[in-house]
């Protein structure tokens, strides 16, 4: 059987404003760690944070959302500000594979998500991904042309999940 909502709030205190994990109780080796010590770690090359249960390794944006609803989210959870260290409720929202990768971080040799130099060095020309496919949108004289065809159509493409820059 797995973690109950019940035994995972005996265990541990979430705060929504801070998206920080408290114990409620002495844990681990011979009690080393003492109730109202921080729980988690960083478990993955992404920076995502874990908390271990009964051997077994929890991320803690969706022990959040099983925290504060009840049920584990069916998808993924995202962090709409790109920040996997930020477990504020209000920085958590359900959201498809899909959705989560338009929201991520992106990369480009011209400093502008969404945009690519021309062969040659004939103008920059905007990209966007959907369902796979990548779509032209343009070309332009310079970066920041090519970029606002980019965030034009980002914005009506993605929505909520729309990232227009690189989040640094």
Known sequence: ?????????????YDP?????RWRVDHGRWGRIKAGTIAGTVCSPYG????????KHYLTSRLAFFYMRGRWPRRTVDHADCDPTNERWDNLRKATHQQQQRNRRG??????KGVKEVTGG??????LVVDKKNIYLGKRDTPEEAHALYCAAA???YGEFVRLDYGD
């Open 1 to 13: 059987m797995g973690l109950s909502q019940k035994k995972l709030k005996s265990l541990l205190r």
């Open 17 to 21: 404003l801070t998206g920080l994990w």
């Open 48 to 55: 995502h944070n874990s908390i271990r249960i009964d051997g």
């Open 107 to 112: 990369y480009s040799k011209t400093g502008f």
């Open 122 to 127: 004939y103008g920059f020309s905007a990209h």
């Open 155 to 157: 914005r009506k493409q």
